[in-house]
């Protein structure tokens, strides 16, 4: 989907070439190294398994030349840009990004923590990844972790705080807010002035934060919109030669009071055998 037949006359998205090498990430400094010890003391630690995730074809930061690594560094610059962009360019919530998709199956959930893992390698930026997908969390799961108490708690509990359910990791400058407990109200709850007020405090309160959130698709769940409309940014994620000119067409237009949508062509093929990451801005 690289024409502008396939949007009907919507205009073209802007593919950035993408390099088949990655770049070599250190484990940190001295002080990042101290902030993990201090971390691994906290009862809201928890250990990723990092070799098992790079057998997954996972982003860390010890996995060395790779593909994926390239690829989202060439993702995530453009998105880094618009979060610091201050004066007349500053966009509001713009360290807020969410990520989400027509459909479900299509990588979303993938690209949410790989892109959260990319932007932790950062040298002065922390970052907090958010399962949003509240109706079918899969971050926790995508990590190897077990389901805890999340944001759907903070929302329901007025006494619980933000910093009672997030994890810290053994992956500098990452910390993870689960999706928490179930709820039939979950739309109206992302709606609600306490999911705002939630999110300006996170959009605020740290100037070197990054939020990513991986969001339920668009098409499938109310809650994908409830959510969309309050972030800074939007990434979506189209399954290359697979999600339908329709779907794409029809999430577009659900989104389209969103000032910064960007694309990312996922699964798209550069060589036989290759998978690479496109990536646009849709305007």
Do not use: W
Not at 211 to 231: C, N, R, W, Y
Request: charged fraction near 20%; aromatic fraction near 4%.
């Amino acid at each position: 989907m690289s024409s502008k037949d396939s949007l009907n006359g919507m205009q073209e998205p802007h593919i950035l070439g993408v390099a088949e090498s990655g770049v070599h990430y250190a484990a940190g400094d001295q002080g990042a190294a101290a902030a993990l010890a201090a971390a691994q003391l906290s009862p809201r630690y928890r250990e990723l398994n990092l070799a098992r995730l790079q057998e997954q074809g996972m982003l860390t930061h010890d996995g060395g030349r790779s593909g994926v690594a390239e690829d989202f560094r060439i993702i995530k610059r453009p998105l880094l840009r618009q979060a610091r962009a201050s004066g007349s360019d500053a966009v509001r919530h713009g360290n807020l990004i969410v990520v989400t998709s027509a459909m479900p199956g299509e990588g979303k959930t993938y690209c949410a923590v790989n892109l959260a893992m990319s932007i932790a390698m950062e040298m002065d930026i922390t970052v907090l990844l958010v399962d949003a997908d509240v109706a079918r969390p899969s971050v926790l799961k995508v990590l190897g972790l077990a389901p805890e108490p999340g944001l759907m708690d903070v929302l329901l509990d007025p006494q619980l705080a933000m910093a009672d359910v997030i994890l810290k990791t053994n992956v500098a400058n990452l910390s993870i807010l689960p999706a928490g407990r179930s709820n039939r109200h979950a739309t109206e709850l992302l709606a609600s002035r306490a999911m705002s007020r939630l999110l300006a405090e996170i959009a605020s309160r740290y100037a070197d934060r990054i939020v990513v959130f991986d969001s339920p698709p668009l098409l499938i769940t109310s809650e994908a919109h409830a959510l969309v409309g309050q972030m800074g940014q939007v990434v979506m994620v189209v399954e290359a030669e697979t999600t339908t000119q329709h779907a794409v067409k029809e999430a577009l237009r659900q989104i389209e009071a969103c000032e910064h949508i960007h694309l990312i062509y996922n699964k798209t093929k550069s060589f036989p055998g290759n998978e690479y990451y496109g990536y646009g801005n849709y305007d």
